[in-house]
């Protein structure tokens, strides 16, 4: 109960009941409804009730809402479902692969960066490093055309990750120093500890260079403890180095 709460509310940020133009796409009812569905950690009837309100003919004749809900629902069953296996992410990436198409014909920026990014991450997990990253810039990409950045610092530090996975440590390094200017440009501080966090990881783990890597470590912790964060990986890390030296 506790992550289908919390995915609601990630979803909730990322969602708006009004299309672009100002258009209500759920009346308050219906969304209270589905809320109530969610608190109680019934998915599947949440799903079926915001599908509900878009028979066939409204699919053609308001198809930016439809995009709405889907976007909503893939949010919804992409928490739930990514870390199922395989056939849950195929199923998963084959729903979100048709969004994108719908978004690019709509030209909705914000759906576009949302859906590259479930894609991007479903890719990583199966192992489709490149891929990923591609979709993650798409991510970016789309967010910066339409001034959205809910998922911009995430698909930077999702493609730290895939770099760091293909062995190429220095690129890695690069693209964590531009999410971190980037964190930093937002005022981000859980993205910004974040991105020191996974400066001192790289250069510890990858590159061995501890030096370097206790210098981004104790920004990371220093950073946590100001600013009412989680140190613990923090401290783990520094213990680790350490170690080392």
């Not at 370097?212 to 990986?233: G, I, V, W």
Request: with cysteine; aromatic share 10%.
């Amino acid at each position: 109960l506790i992550l289908l709460l919390n995915f609601k509310s990630d979803s909730l940020n990322a969602f708006s009941m009004q299309d672009r133009q100002g258009k209500i796409v759920l009346s308050d009812s219906l969304w209270a409804l589905t809320e109530q569905h969610l608190d109680k950690g019934e998915l599947g009837e949440a799903v079926s009730l915001l599908y509900s309100e878009f028979d066939e003919e409204r699919k053609s004749s308001d198809p930016e809402s439809y995009l709405m809900i889907r976007n909503l629902v893939d949010s919804l069953t992409f928490r739930k479902d990514t870390y199922g296996g395989k056939i849950s992410q195929e199923t998963q990436l084959e729903r979100i692969a048709e969004s994108i198409l719908m978004a690019q014909e709509l030209g909705n920026k914000k759906i576009l960066a949302n859906e590259y990014y479930r894609q991007g991450v479903l890719l990583r997990l199966q192992g489709f490093s490149d891929s990923a990253i591609t979709s993650f810039k798409n991510s970016i990409k789309e967010g910066n055309a339409g001034n959205y950045h809910v998922f911009t610092l995430k698909s930077y530090y999702q493609i730290s990750v895939c770099l760091a996975r293909l062995g190429k440590f220095e690129a890695a390094v690069k693209l964590t120093t531009e999410y971190l200017d980037k964190a930093v440009e937002l005022n981000d501080k859980l993205q910004i500890q974040t991105a020191y966090e996974k400066l001192g990881n790289i250069h510890h783990y990858n590159l061995q260079d501890h030096e370097k890597a206790r210098e981004y470590t104790l920004k990371s912790l220093d950073l946590a403890l100001k600013s009412n964060l989680d140190p613990t990986y923090s401290y783990g890390t520094l213990g680790s180095v350490y170690a080392e030296m």
